[in-house]
């Protein structure tokens, strides 16, 4: 099984391989957010985009086949590095990010911390605060919940800490605030949520502040669903162009 580890860290990942533009992908999932979660969306971006990108898929860290410490500095940042970290293992200097639910927060943090590497960010019904920070502080909680045994070391304040750090934010989307979106250079392509974890109010947020964005309104079934998969193909091959003429 491919893995590559930093820090402690032992990531699980999975890469197509062709010498082609390269998308990284960012799982839904939560807390939980690993390759699988992509089996159970409306469609499946590693068969979507199969034969015309390079495809690479990873677990976050203490998610799937993925594993790592716990303390009371891990955050949003954490996730980050390990996301540019697996890039400069497989010598990918640019690259697209394609995130749904945590990977939309993933994906902002990487144009905020890597716009020079960022080619796009697609999100796919981010998670956002809109009257709802309990259930996500829930969300954390059970995650940890199954960690804890086996991390007997780790103090009960690191856990509620890393918390906080996650969720506690007054930011709608977490892990980036209004000024950064309004000064956003990356070009991205968001498809709306519309349930408790993923309010519309976040999706419009990021299509109303930030400069340069497609926004996709229906995309999970029938003909919607059809035209949604075209749409985010012709946006990453035409931005991938832009980039290639451009470098």
Sequence with gaps: M???ERRNAKIYYEDSGEDLPAVLLLAPGGMKS???YWDQTPWDPRVALAGQ???IAMDQRNAGKSSAPVSNKDGWHSYTNDQLALMDYLSIERFHAVGMCIGGPFCLGLAATAPERLISGTIFQTIGVDKNRDIFFHMFDIWAANLKPAMPDVPEQDW???RTNMYGSDAVLFNVDEAFLKSCTTPLMVFKGDDDYHPASASELIRDICPSVE???NWK??????AAIVAHLSFLQSISEAAA???
């Design 2 to 4: 491919p893995y590559f």
């Design 34 to 36: 690993s390759i699988t």
């Design 53 to 55: 990108f390079r495809v």
């Design 160 to 162: 509620d800490t890393f």
């Design 215 to 217: 926004y996709v309104k």
């Design 221 to 226: 079934s029938g003909a919607d669903r059809e």
């Design 245 to 247: 003429n451009n470098s």
